[in-house]
């Protein structure tokens, strides 16, 4: 039941993630990813929450499948990150480059301290 379970998050999460980066880029044209930046961000976050929940024992392992490990692995996209940030760099979009690692870093440790906290 497990994979079935990690199958199902991944499907909504990537899914989501497409329509996110897809939004995004009608709302903001811009080299930066922000689709990407935002998923991120998100996911992040979830996952703080669900690490909080689990620190208390309230999560079910069929929960983890479903959100932390199907849905947060689905939304977000370290090779999406990856790729763009080399684009960017070869792009000669460096300053572009460097501010996406940066601020994907740092977002995204914050949004999951946060969620970790908010759930704690």
Same mark, same amino acid.
């Given at each position: ?14 899914? =989501? ?10 709302? %903001? ?8 930046? @935002? +998923? ?15 620190l208390h024992g309230a999560e079910p392992s069929s929960v983890r499948a479903l ?7 689905? =939304? ?10 080399? %684009? ?8 572009? @480059? +460097?501010?996406?690692?940066?601020v994907t870093v740092l977002a995204g440790l914050t949004a999951g301290a946060l ?6």
């Amino acid at each position: 039941m497990t994979p079935v379970l990690v199958a199902l998050g991944g499907a909504a999460g990537s899914i =989501l993630r497409y329509l996110t980066d897809w939004k995004i880029r009608q709302w %903001r044209d811009s080299p930066f990813p922000f689709g990407t930046l @935002a +998923v991120n961000i998100v996911g992040s976050f979830v996952l703080g929450i669900l690490s909080g929940w689990l620190l208390h024992g309230a999560e079910p392992s069929s929960v983890r499948a479903l959100v932390a490990v199907g849905f947060c692995g689905g =939304l977000t996209t370290f090779s999406t990150f990856g790729y763009e940030t080399v %684009r960017l760099f070869s792009e000669k979009a460096r300053l572009y @480059a +460097v501010l996406n690692v940066v601020v994907t870093v740092l977002a995204g440790l914050t949004a999951g301290a946060l969620g970790l906290w908010l759930a704690a």
